[in-house]
């Protein structure tokens, strides 16, 4: 009997660990289809430290986070368009890890 190797190890993990509800994941809609997913809050106040001013009143805001290639399909480009929770974002960048996606993406945002 053949042992699970360790990329099988780690790819069932993303669901049943990583992006398990009762562990780190949350239900949010992106790109229209509700997903299980990690949004990375200390990653993004880091981000948000470095958060440059376009122009008066304008910034960009950046979110960050985790999702399933398989829930997700594939790969956003960079420059391609994502919603989250029916807001819209550019992806600045986005790696698969293994099997789960880490995605950067930002909105510019007024200040109100």
């Known amino acids: ?4 190797s360790f990329k099988d190890i780690l790819h069932s993990d993303i669901t049943s660990v990583f992006l398990n509800p ?7 809609t992106v790109q229209g289809k509700t ?3 990690v949004l990375d ?3 993004n106040i880091e981000r948000e430290k470095r958060m440059q001013s376009h ?4 910034y960009a805001r950046q ?3 985790y999702v399933s290639a398989d829930e997700f399909g594939p790969l956003p480009a960079q ?3 994502i919603t989250l929770d029916g807001k819209r974002y550019t992806v600045v960048d986005a790696t698969d890890e293994a099997g789960m996606y880490a995605i ?3 909105a510019n945002r007024s200040h109100r």
């Open 1 to 4: 009997m053949n042992s699970p």
């Open 22 to 28: 009762a562990e780190f994941g949350e239900e949010h």
């Open 35 to 37: 997903m299980t997913i």
């Open 41 to 43: 809050d200390l990653e």
């Open 55 to 58: 122009t008066d009143g304008i």
């Open 63 to 65: 979110i960050f986070f």
């Open 79 to 81: 420059g391609g368009l």
């Open 104 to 106: 950067t993406a930002e």
